[in-house]
């Protein structure tokens, strides 16, 4: 019975995958079709046609996933000790020396 409800949730998924990205092709469509439209009208739209793709692949497992490795990767780059300018300015000036020798 758990591997059926797994296989109905992976199909689920998929379906919502599907249409998020129908739906987000849909509205990049209309923001062209529409032209007569204001601009500001259209981006507006789109926004919001983009936010609900966002949201409904974001409520799926793959979705999770990617939103995970996105946090975890910001989080690794706060982690990172970035050069002072200083340093940075040494280093260039060695590879310059480097590369003129």
């Known amino acids: 019975m ?11 998924d998929k379906v919502k995958l599907v249409f998020s990205l129908i739906l987000f092709a849909a509205g990049i469509v209309a923001f062209y079709h ?22 409904l692949a974001y409520n799926t497992e793959l979705g999770r996933g990617v939103w995970a490795l996105v ?18 300015t040494q280093t260039t000036i060695v590879v310059f020396v480097m590369v003129i020798v």
Do not use: C
Request: charged fraction near 20%.
């Open 2 to 12: 758990n591997t059926k409800t797994g296989t109905i949730s992976a199909s689920l």
């Open 34 to 55: 529409f032209d007569t439209y204001s601009a500001l009208l259209r981006v507006l739209s789109l926004l919001a046609i983009a936010g609900i793709s966002t949201a």
């Open 71 to 88: 946090y975890d990767s910001r989080m690794e780059v706060r982690k990172i000790v970035w050069p002072t300018q200083e340093e940075t």
